[in-house]
């Protein structure tokens, strides 16, 4: 870590040369899940840049992972555009949830703060019936939240380590969906957070790219099932992003320096660059986009 404060990397509303801006990522390394607020430089998540233009006003949305990165990003874009936001996180993950639910009213919309742990399928359950609760109902679910820890020799992974990749990123989306579905009808929106990593998975990301292969499954099947019921479902899938993911395990620590580095754009995205296509797949705008999945991944495609 460098001996400089963490600035952030802010990008504009209005931005000219999508190459920029391409900021320096010093060595870092945290401990599994990482916070946001603690690394250099911090990550956009749109505290400043994002502006709203209603879009989503009146509407209830629940977003796991929502102190973070892509998840924190889509939390200030909803808020911004009208929608009450409840977030869910580790424990751990308090600090970086207290600045975003600050965010959130500073928008002028209710915030909910739930935290916990995914891989319970108990609280999963509490989760969706604290969140509908305090909210008054549910209009939009992102299932975000994600676990990603490289191994470079499939010798060397543990059940223990595939099982918590496997409850965070396929057995949670199923536990709060089935949980979110009776709460939600028609107009509902319910986005799940893929992966580039679905279509070319990494060498060091077996278990990983297995689960975001999964999710764009999950879309797809799921949004033939409710069709019926006026509610959509499509998935996103980034490519690299500046988030705390990425410095606690996700990628060996000299990687993740670089990420980004090799796409046509040369450089990671800011968590606020992606945030457009959830507010879009969330809002009525996207009435008849359903089924589908969404690459953001610095031109080099999924
Ligand atoms: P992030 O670390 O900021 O967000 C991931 C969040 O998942 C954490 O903040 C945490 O709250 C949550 N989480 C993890 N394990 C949990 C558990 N057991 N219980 C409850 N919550 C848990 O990183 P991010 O990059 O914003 O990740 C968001 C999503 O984006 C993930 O699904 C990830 O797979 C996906 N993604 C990220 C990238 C990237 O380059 N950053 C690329 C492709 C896909
Ligand atoms: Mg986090």
């Known amino acids: 870590m460098s001996d400089t404060p963490p600035q952030p990397v802010f990008r504009s509303g209005a931005i000219a040369d999508p190459r920029l801006p391409r900021p320096d990522y010093p060595m870092q390394e945290q401990p599994y899940p990482g916070l946001a607020t603690k690394m250099d430089p911090l990550p956009d998540h749109g505290e400043t840049s994002y502006r709203g233009t209603g879009r989503l006003k009146g509407k209830r949305a629940l977003i796991t992972g929502g102190d973070s990165g892509i998840g924190a990003a889509a939390?200030?874009?909803?808020?911004?555009?009208?929608?009450?936001?409840?977030?869910?996180?580790?424990?751990?993950?308090?600090?970086?949830?207290?600045?975003?639910?600050?965010?959130?009213?500073?928008?002028?919309?209710?915030?909910?703060?739930?935290?916990?742990?995914?891989?319970?399928?108990?609280?999963?359950k509490q989760l969706v019936e604290s969140a509908v609760s305090q909210l008054?109902?549910?209009?939009?679910?992102?299932?975000?939240?994600?676990?990603?820890?490289?191994?470079?020799?499939?010798?060397?992974?543990?059940?223990?380590?595939?099982?918590?990749?496997?409850?965070?990123?396929?057995?949670?989306?199923?536990?709060?969906?089935?949980?979110?579905?009776?709460?939600?009808?028609?107009?509902?929106?319910?986005?799940?957070?893929?992966?580039?990593?679905?279509?070319?998975?990494?060498?060091?990301?077996?278990?990983?790219?297995?689960?975001?292969?999964?999710?764009?499954?999950?879309?797809?099947?799921?949004?033939?099932?409710?069709?019926?019921?006026?509610?959509?479902?499509?998935?996103?899938?980034?490519?690299?992003?500046?988030?705390?993911?990425?410095?606690?395990?996700?990628?060996?620590?000299?990687?993740?320096a670089e990420h980004g580095a090799t796409q046509p754009l040369g450089r990671a995205g800011q968590p606020v660059e992606i945030a457009p296509i959830y507010v879009l797949l969330a809002s009525d705008e996207g009435s008849y986009i359903t089924g589908e999945f969404f690459g953001s991944v610095g031109g080099g495609g999924l």
């Open 136 to 256: 008054g109902g549910l209009d939009i679910l992102v299932n975000n939240a994600g676990r990603q820890q490289f191994c470079e020799r499939l010798e060397d992974l543990t059940t223990e380590d595939f099982d918590a990749t496997m409850k965070v990123n396929v057995y949670a989306p199923f536990w709060v969906t089935r949980a979110a579905l009776p709460h939600m009808g028609n107009g509902g929106s319910i986005i799940i957070t893929s992966s580039v990593q679905a279509f070319s998975g990494s060498a060091h990301l077996f278990d990983y790219a297995q689960t975001k292969a999964a999710n764009v499954a999950f879309a797809q099947s799921l949004a033939k099932q409710v069709a019926p019921r006026g509610i959509r479902v499509n998935a996103v899938c980034p490519g690299p992003y500046w988030t705390a993911l990425q410095i606690s395990g996700g990628q060996p620590t000299e990687k993740a």
């Open 75 to 124: 939390a200030i874009a909803f808020a911004r555009e009208g929608a009450d936001v409840a977030i869910t996180y580790l424990p751990d993950e308090q600090p970086d949830a207290d600045v975003i639910v600050q965010a959130i009213r500073d928008s002028g919309q209710n915030a909910v703060a739930i935290p916990g742990d995914l891989r319970d399928e108990d609280f999963c």
